[in-house]
């Protein structure tokens, strides 16, 4: 994760399996991140809000989403639903598969 005003070094990394293609920050839930994993699927992250930040802990797993399937699927799309929920929509490349799940509270 990086800091476009800092670009020298990033600001907190996780191994996530794959490559990442794409990061999107919850719209109301300002410490979730949903990260698109290429052929690792989906996960959501977990920055941990400011206290955090402050001591240094960096970013955390909280969940994946696997459904579009390992390896054979290119996670690449990635957005959250508005309105509150913990709702997301991914879709894959090769199959062009589009599925809105939900996750459990954190």
């Known amino acids: 994760l990086w800091d476009v005003r800092q670009l020298r070094a990033p600001v907190s990394e996780l191994g996530l399996g794959g490559g990442v293609w794409r ?3 919850h719209p109301e839930r300002a410490d979730l991140l ?3 994993c290429m052929h690792a699927g989906f996960a959501v992250l977990s920055s941990g ?3 955090a ?3 240094g802990e960096g970013l955390s797993l909280v969940a994946r989403y696997e459904a579009h399937g390992l390896g054979g699927a290119l996670g690449y799309g990635a957005d959250w639903a508005h309105g509150g929920a913990l709702a ?3 879709c ?3 199959d062009r598969a ?3 799940w939900t996750l459990e509270e954190v």
């Open 23 to 25: 990061l999107k920050w």
């Open 34 to 36: 949903l990260a698109a």
């Open 49 to 51: 809000g400011a206290e």
């Open 53 to 55: 930040a402050a001591g």
């Open 88 to 90: 997301a929509a991914t």
């Open 92 to 94: 894959s490349f090769y």
């Open 98 to 100: 589009l599925h809105a």
